[in-house]
């Protein structure tokens, strides 16, 4: 079992999650955060250190962001490894809990 960034990490991108995570299965990209389901050990400790409350066990994302288990799996393998925290974009809060952005997704 795997965990899934979703839909409300996109622009906030906050990264306190990778600090926790024992196996850097964290991939950064331009104003978004993926899990590679390889990697990840699904220890869930990423999943309280997420002040956008984005992240969740495979078999628990939200309906309608189901497709963000296969958006994870294929962008994790193009993007970098991010293991240590950095700060969030100055426009962070502004986007925290706005519903359906997956159109500012940049890959």
């Given at each position: 079992m795997?965990?899934?960034?979703t839909?409300?990490?996109i622009k906030?991108k906050y990264?306190d999650?990778?600090?926790?995570?024992?196996?850097?299965c964290?991939?950064?990209?331009?104003n978004?955060?993926v899990?590679d389901?390889?990697e990840?050990i699904?220890?869930?400790l990423?999943?309280?250190?997420?002040p956008?409350?984005?992240i969740?066990p495979?078999?628990?994302?939200?309906?309608?962001?189901e497709?963000f288990?296969q958006?994870?799996a294929e962008l994790a393998?193009?993007?970098?490894?991010?293991?240590?925290?950095?700060?969030?974009p100055?426009?962070?809060?502004?986007w925290?809990?706005?519903?359906?952005?997956?159109?500012?997704l940049e890959?």
């Amino acid at each position: 079992m795997t965990h899934v960034v979703t839909d409300n990490c996109i622009k906030c991108k906050y990264t306190d999650c990778v600090e926790v995570c024992p196996v850097d299965c964290f991939h950064e990209g331009p104003n978004f955060l993926v899990i590679d389901p390889v990697e990840c050990i699904d220890c869930t400790l990423c999943v309280a250190e997420c002040p956008a409350q984005a992240i969740f066990p495979e078999q628990d994302v939200p309906g309608g962001q189901e497709h963000f288990a296969q958006i994870n799996a294929e962008l994790a393998p193009r993007w970098p490894v991010i293991a240590k925290k950095i700060a969030a974009p100055p426009d962070a809060e502004q986007w925290n809990g706005v519903a359906d952005k997956l159109p500012y997704l940049e890959r």
